[in-house]
């Protein structure tokens, strides 16, 4: 669902590039209260991360898959200002090595795809450090993930609009309508899925993802 | 999987090999920057971006058929709006087939429409494209950290470059793994839980890669700051082939502006 290079005007890719650089830009200022030198390889490897996790399809109605985004995943996991770093780099080697997604409309990308969901899944984060999460914790993820996924596919939309790049033939809410309706069976997935990890690895390993990656004085090497 | 699937050819030794990575970096964002800021209507500006990108290509020696298959699998997303277009824009039908109880129409208004975006996808899918054929990719995380991004970012592409291949690696080893028990049937929540698992599995495992790493980092003198190998200063001939390439991309959008209106 990556924006290509050519579709969006230059005042659409500029203001987005100012908005997503802005945000990146905020991210790197608020990092380094959480980025100590331990987290460098860290983030890095998360990026990997999330390319190996979109390799994994989810069968949402028969015959149709999708995969996971991975920054709502990455918001709740690492808090926002760290997942929009990763997800800005993903985007940008997707960009570069792929030709997924346009260099120009890299910004717009990285606000769709990385500053939103990281914030909505910042947003349900707090949820999770509780120490019990309940069923309103799984179910307020779900939405919160559905909505994000739903509001980027709009997004894109809008701005294909905002670019007057959208078929004559067809009315801006004809075309948020089917990408609406396409991307909510997908919502479902990422909303779902991103729960289900989060209870899985916090599960298994709470204390080491939630709590500093090392704590002071060097916790055991993992075997 | 590995690297060389993608920087095949990354390793040359052409002249355009050799220039600095950071000069190449700028002249591939001002190829694609002209590319773009030609206005929608026309089409003669982008000319000699074409021209400048074969030179480019053969100069580098890229191969043609590894360019042309690239190009062709890159964009769902253009691909899909280069279908649409002449579809659904009104005008004169100049082709038009039934399917079931639809007509499409292929109209010469769709045609035009859509001609702009995509040819503008092309190149500057190609000029990315050319850059990572002809530019080693910690090479260019250098060159991006010359240019001044935030040391956070550079750091962080270069560690993903290295390890998307391992941990892609070590996701195709879990998948088998899963295929190899259950062939990818049974009910819709156990496939839905056993995937969900391959991803929880993921994250736990990179977790873990990555205190490794840090530790094994450590032990060999890491402060938080990664020191390339290669930091040759930029030659005059990377000067000039870099504000050539500006240069030229200012005269064709300022071409376009003024001829055009």
Request: proline share 6%; net charge positive; charged share 15%.
């Amino acid at each position: 669902m990556h924006i290509a290079s050519g579709f969006l005007s230059p005042p659409v890719w500029g203001t987005m590039a100012a908005a997503a650089g802005a945000a990146v830009a905020a991210s790197l200022a608020l990092a380094p209260r959480a980025l100590d030198e331990r987290r460098v390889p860290l983030m890095g490897v998360m990026g990997a991360f999330v390319f190996a996790a979109q390799m994994v399809n989810f069968p949402v109605l028969p015959g149709t898959s999708g995969h996971l985004g991975g920054g709502f995943l990455l918001g709740i996991l690492l808090g926002a200002p760290l997942g929009i770093i990763v997800m800005a780099s993903i985007l940008a080697v997707q960009a570069l090595v792929f030709q997924d997604g346009g260099i120009e409309a890299l910004g717009a990308n990285i606000f769709v795809m990385g500053v939103l969901p990281c914030l909505l899944g910042a947003a349900v984060r707090g949820l999770w450090l509780r120490e019990k999460p309940g069923p309103l914790t799984y179910a307020a993820t779900l939405t919160v993930g559905w909505l994000g996924v739903v509001a980027g596919a709009t997004g894109v939309i809008l701005l294909l609009w905002w670019s007057d790049v959208l078929p004559r033939g067809v009315t801006l809410g004809q075309a948020v309508g089917v990408m609406a309706g396409i991307h909510a069976a997908i919502g479902v997935v990422e909303g779902a899925v991103s729960a289900a990890v989060v209870r899985f690895v916090l599960a298994m390993r709470r204390d080491a993802v939630l709590g500093p990656v090392c704590a002071e004085g060097g916790k055991e090497a993992v075997p | 999987m590995h690297h060389v699937m993608l920087d095949h050819f990354a390793a040359g030794a052409t002249p355009v090999h050799r220039l600095d990575p950071a000069a190449k970096t700028v002249a591939a964002l001002a190829a694609i920057l002209a590319t773009v800021l030609v206005s929608r209507e026309h089409f003669l500006p982008l000319v000699p971006v074409a021209a400048a990108l074969t030179v480019y290509h053969a100069l580098g020696r890229v191969p043609l058929g590894y360019t042309v298959k690239r190009l062709l699998i890159v964009s769902p997303f253009a691909a899909a709006v280069a279908v649409m277009f002449p579809l659904l824009e009104p005008g004169r039908a100049l082709w038009s087939v039934a399917v079931g109880p639809w007509t499409l129409e292929v109209t010469d208004a769709g045609l035009a429409r859509a001609a702009a975006p995509v040819s503008r996808f092309f190149l500057c899918a190609w000029a990315a494209l050319l850059l990572l054929a002809t530019t080693r990719f910690q090479d260019l995380a250098g060159g991006l950290g010359r240019l001044r991004v935030p040391r956070v970012l550079v750091t962080q592409l270069a560690f993903m470059y290295r390890y998307l291949w391992v941990l892609s690696d070590e996701m195709m080893r879990l998948r088998m793994a899963r295929a190899a028990r259950d062939g990818g049937f049974g009910p819709w929540t156990l496939r839905m839980r056993s995937r969900t698992g391959l991803v929880g599995v993921l994250f736990l495992r990179t977790f873990d890669r990555a205190e490794r790493i840090y530790w094994a980092m450590a032990a060999r003198g890491f402060d938080g700051r990664l020191s390339t190998v290669r930091e040759a200063p930029m030659r005059p001939a990377d000067w000039l082939f870099a504000a050539a390439s500006v240069a030229a991309a200012a005269a064709i959008v300022a071409w376009d502006r003024l001829a055009h209106g």
